[in-house]
Nanobody
Framework: QVQLAESGGGLVQAGGSLRLSCAASRSNFNIQTMGWYRQAPGKQRELVATITSGGNTIYSDSVKGRFTISRDNAKNTVYLQMNSLKPEDTAVYYC?????????WGKGTLVTVSS
């Protein structure tokens, strides 16, 4: 078992930047895919970005060119650099990890973008 813990959320003005971090509780537990999902009020949880241990990335169309996902495999940590933030990026951001058929989720961190 492994737990994921997010940090870095907060309040930012439109056009600003934030960096989210997510660390796994066990650095020696390889997580094949890590990433971020988000859930805005009244909406379903949606994919933001994922990255494999080999560095392959997937982004949702809504964040391409603005957000960058990266990871430190040695630390089992994933990051999300968010630039040019928009009010519609306001959501709870959840860290995600997947090993084979097992999914892991963090508790979420709130990002609020004011206009």
């Amino acid at each position: 078992q492994v737990q994921l813990a997010e940090s870095g959320g907060g309040l930012v003005q439109a056009g600003g930047s934030l960096r989210l971090s997510c660390a796994a509780s066990r650095s020696n537990f390889n997580i094949q895919t890590m990433g971020w999902y988000r859930q805005a009020p009244g909406k379903q949880r949606e994919l933001v970005a994922t990255i494999t241990s080999g560095g392959n990335t997937i982004y949702s169309d809504s964040v391409k060119g603005r957000f960058t996902i990266s990871r430190d495999n040695a630390k089992n940590t994933v990051y999300l650099q968010m630039n040019s933030l928009k009010p519609e990026d306001t959501a709870v951001y959840y860290c995600y990890g997947k090993n084979f058929a097992i999914n892991y989720w963090g508790k979420g961190t709130l990002v609020t973008v004011s206009s």
